[in-house]
């Protein structure tokens, strides 16, 4: 684990849940956020389903950045030696995406926003 990603919770789609992925996220003391997920004739409780809409709201923040990078940005791989060069492409790229909206209202009403 790197000293920047120090964070003790697991958010992730329901194909990755499992007991034994449960069972080791408990061992190593991570919270799983892990979408529930119905099997066979047995349909998720209400309970469940609202609990993997709050995680997926939160999911898709993120995963829409990520989107955006593959869809528009050449995708998530790095060409850059060192980590420095590494870091200095990610904060390129979420800055053309933070610019993303700006481009739009200003095409929108380009007299509004300058």
Known sequence: MSEENQEEEVWAHSAYRSESIEWILQILQFLSH????AYGNHPLTAKHKEDNRERSQLRAKVEH???HWVNEMGGKLMGSIGKE????TIGVKNLVY???PY???ENKNPKAVG
Do not use: D, L
């Open 65 to 67: 950045v990520f989107a």
């Open 34 to 37: 892990i979408h529930e997920r």
């Open 85 to 88: 060069s590494v870091k200095a």
């Open 103 to 105: 481009g739009f209202w």
């Open 98 to 100: 933070n610019f993303k």
